[in-house]
């Protein structure tokens, strides 16, 4: 690997540290907004001045904001998420097993959601303009054109009000057998390898017709070889970074459409966490969840980025 | 007069047929949205089914809602909510995030430099997640659900505007205006914006979408449009009860959601070339 290419990359990785510094002061500041005074709201009407003003001093409220963002943003690099509002817990506690929960969905869904939108991907392109390639671009149009709640809400019609397949909106806590286990995480996974594949399929599809419409994959063609054979020896290779791509920025669909789903199914994630804490305003919780969702979201775009840029001869 | 021009009017700017559905379907909604109060069968807010998630009937069309209310009338007030707030906060969106696209391609500099780096930083926020932080810290009435969508939405479009700017911003006549002495709001307006007001409007569209998409999701959580307000999305979210029954209830109004969306989409997949196209 060449010193321009690694050049290449520290910058990009230098980039996101800057953004994730911008986003956690962006979500620092639209929290520390909220109308009224923290220490009033959380000791209630009743609270004598002195007692709203101890709680002000050891909450660091008196400070001017800048302090108190530098303070929490220390705080969030040492691994101290702060302090729930609402039931006094350490956030980190809150979030720790939900976010293997969450973490588990999305492995989940990814190991559904790339085969499956490799697969319908390349073969819309290689087959593009037939039927199979009009099918397939009218659904991924239509399931990207509506919401995620409402293919949430058409699996459970079909699924467990027509069909009985599955139990309804419940995630049981009694887990005895894989066959349960199968049954809870079936309808949260159909719903997102939906959203996220609708997105990976579109990529996909055009990135490997930005490749097949190269001059190399012509000369293979009009040397006689079958567009099956020019699609997959000749295009395919080359395209292998721009689908990399691809399944790294459709995977950032996850974040969008997690929150959605965890609601809906009712399953311990932190998405769900998040939603709950956003009705109760607990505000340590809600900046903690949403700074890693961000940091997910960045890291799979910069990822991303790093991909395009190793897979490019051209720089490499 | 037009009559100069050889070719007919309508071999310029030709529609194929399923651009034309998509919009009679968007002005469709537009209406029902602008005469609601006029032809909604019942009040709101009336209880006029004694049983509450009601089939769909000869009285009450779309059937009745978990409190026994007509849900044909809920959805018509509901197109006023999710099509004026989309419309309203695509609108900010839109022209506040092309005009600091615009002025910063032609101002160039420190200017663009840090105005970039801001907005692409802001980009990189989950639109979901910044709703659910903003609703968090100061609620959602409707004037801060328009002004949050709109803001959510600002750096896309400045982003698009900026990257279609920068390449009419090299072309000669800009450099004339330039030598001219022109300023740089007439620049802006006068030269560069008739060049790019076609992709801008497609762009426009897109967002549109997006918007829809995000204040359903958003009120669909509960956390958007607020009782005694109810949006397509709060509806699903409001008779979501229902679901185990597959009442008309919850999937009626996302079949308007989709119906509106996936029209929008239509329309612009199939604008004409000349309109649509980022070198037109």
């Known amino acids: 690997m060449s010193t321009y290419v690694l050049g290449l990359i520290t910058n990009r990785l230098g980039s996101a540290a800057l953004t994730l510094l911008i986003v956690s002061f962006a979500v620092f500041f639209a929290t520390a907004m909220l109308p009224g005074d923290t220490a009033t709201i959380l000791l209630g009407q009743a609270a004598t001045p002195e007692a709203v003003a101890g709680l002000r001093a050891a909450m660091h409220l008196d400070e001017p904001a800048f302090f108190r963002f530098a303070r929490w943003l220390f705080g969030l690099l040492q691994g101290d998420f702060g302090t729930s509002y609402v039931n006094n817990v350490p956030v980190a506690e809150l979030i720790g097993a939900r976010f293997v929960n969450t973490m588990r969905l999305a492995g989940i869904v990814t190991l559904f959601a790339v085969p499956l939108s490799l697969t319908l991907g390349i073969t819309a392109a290689m087959f593009r303009g037939s039927v199979y390639d009009r099918v397939v671009t009218i659904l991924t149009i239509g399931v990207i054109s509506v919401p995620e709640f409402m293919i949430a809400t058409s699996a459970v019609l079909l699924f467990s009000v027509y069909l009985k397949w599955l139990p309804a909106l419940s995630f049981a806590t009694d887990v005895d057998s894989f066959w349960q286990v199968l049954k809870i995480y079936a309808m949260p996974v159909i719903t997102l390898t939906f959203v996220v594949s609708a997105q990976m399929i579109r990529m996909t599809r055009a990135a490997v017709i930005d490749t097949?419409?190269?001059?190399?994959?012509?000369?293979?063609?009009?040397?006689?070889?079958?567009?099956?054979?020019?699609?997959?020896?000749?295009?395919?290779?080359?395209?292998?970074?721009?689908?990399?791509?691809?399944?790294?920025?459709?995977?950032?669909?996850?974040?969008?459409?997690?929150?959605?789903?965890?609601?809906?199914?009712?399953?311990?994630?932190?998405?769900?966490?998040m939603v709950d804490g956003v009705s109760t305003r607990d505000l340590p919780l809600i900046q903690s969840c949403a700074i890693i969702f961000c940091v997910g979201y960045l890291a799979l775009i910069t990822f991303a980025d790093v991909v395009a840029i190793l897979a490019n001869p051209r720089v490499r | 007069m037009t009559t100069s021009t050889t070719m007919p009017r309508g071999a310029r700017y030709r529609f194929s047929w399923i651009g034309m559905i998509g919009f009679a379907i968007i002005l469709f909604w537009a209406i029902i949205a602008f005469l609601a109060p006029h032809i909604i069968p019942y009040p709101v807010g009336e209880i006029v089914d004694e049983d509450y998630f009601g089939p769909m009937s000869s009285k009450l069309l779309l059937g009745s809602d978990y409190l026994g209310r007509d849900m044909l009338s809920r959805i018509i007030m509901g197109a006023r909510y999710t099509v004026g707030i989309s419309l309203a906060a695509v609108c900010l969106a839109c022209f506040s995030g092309a005009a600091f696209g615009m002025a910063a391609a032609v101002i160039g500099g420190w200017f663009d430099t840090i105005l970039s780096r801001f907005l692409d930083a802001l980009n990189s926020i989950p639109s979901k997640l910044s709703g659910l932080v903003i609703a968090a810290a100061v609620g959602s009435s409707l004037p801060v659900l328009i002004i949050m969508l709109g803001v959510i939405y600002i750096p896309g479009a400045y982003r698009f505007a900026r990257s279609l700017a920068v390449n009419v911003n090299t072309m000669d006549y800009i450099t004339v205006a330039r030598t001219r002495g022109e300023g740089i709001p007439y620049v802006v307006f006068s030269e560069i914006l008739p060049n790019i007001i076609g992709p801008l409007l497609a762009d426009f569209g897109i967002r549109f979408v997006f918007i829809v998409l995000l204040l359903s999701g958003l009120s669909f959580l509960g956390l958007g449009v607020q009782p005694p307000y109810a949006d397509w999305g709060a509806l699903v979210h409001e008779n979501i009860g229902g679901l185990p029954f597959g009442a008309p209830a919850v999937i009626v109004p996302s079949l308007a959601i989709a119906s509106l969306t996936i029209s929008v989409n239509l329309l612009i997949d199939n604008l004409p070339k000349k309109i649509r196209d980022r070198s037109a």
């Open chain 1, 212 to 273: 097949i419409k190269t001059p190399y994959v012509e000369a293979a063609i009009l040397k006689g070889a079958s567009r099956r054979r020019a699609v997959l020896i000749h295009a395919l290779p080359n395209a292998v970074g721009p689908i990399a791509n691809a399944i790294a920025l459709s995977l950032s669909y996850l974040v969008g459409g997690v929150i959605i789903v965890e609601t809906i199914f009712n399953y311990p994630g932190i998405a769900k966490l």
